[in-house]
């Protein structure tokens, strides 16, 4: 899940073109780790695509809140991933950053609702800003991003939001375009008058 306005990579039809290759499929799940899926596993659990050479990867600092990151793949995938440059320059980890991933999945596991929560936030936020006529692509991802006028109108609103205790991002990272983008995050913990604020303060600027 590309992290910018969260589009989707089309997993299936990569894995149709490679799997009868003696290729692999490496996939970045850092954004996508405990946010697509049924089961939050990532974007190659949503798209059903599984396989003996396929590695799933990525930062658990995003949706776990945790340090550090994890490789997924069978037994043969992950082994001669250790046999590669990449793995053997890593570092070794802590045991601290363990802890805290161990702590975060536990409770994702004793709460499974809070993925639904998620979902129902970010429905509800993208509707919401649709109304306001703005472009909000339609996909799963816990962002709003959307650009609304120049770069300097937008990091103004970006100000104003700040100065009322709302935080936005404004990002000219990879795929925001020339004149960048906002970019809102969607959390679980959100409430509905949390939503509900952040677009009336949009409204009010628009």
């Not at 550090?68 to 990449?86: E, F, M, N, Y």
């Not at 998620?118 to 991003?145: C, F, H, M, W, Y």
């Amino acid at each position: 899940m590309f992290p910018t306005f969260g589009a989707i990579a089309p997993l299936r039809a990569y894995w149709e073109i490679l799997r009868t290759r003696k290729t692999w499929l490496l996939v970045d799940e850092s954004h996508s780790f405990g946010v697509l899926g049924a089961t939050g596993r990532g974007a190659l659990e949503r798209e059903g695509v599984k396989g003996d050479r396929i590695i799933a990867g990525g930062s658990l600092g995003k949706a776990f809140c945790a340090y550090g990151g994890l490789a997924v793949g069978s037994k043969r995938a992950i082994d001669l991933l250790w046999t590669s440059p990449a793995a053997r320059g890593a570092a070794s980890g802590m045991s601290s950053g363990a802890s805290m991933a161990d702590a975060s999945m536990r409770l994702l596991r004793k709460q499974p609702d809070r993925l639904n929560k998620l979902r129902a936030n970010v429905a509800s936020l993208k509707a919401q800003l649709r109304d306001l006529g703005l472009s909000i692509d339609d996909n799963e991802a816990p962002l709003a991003t959307f650009v609304a006028g120049t770069a300097r109108e937008m990091k103004a609103l970006q100000a104003d939001l700040y100065a009322e205790g709302i935080y936005v991002i404004y990002t000219n990272y990879v795929g925001a375009g020339a004149e960048g983008a906002i970019r809102c995050a969607i959390f679980a913990d959100h409430e509905p008058q949390h939503l509900t604020r952040l677009v009336s303060a949009i409204r009010k600027r628009l």
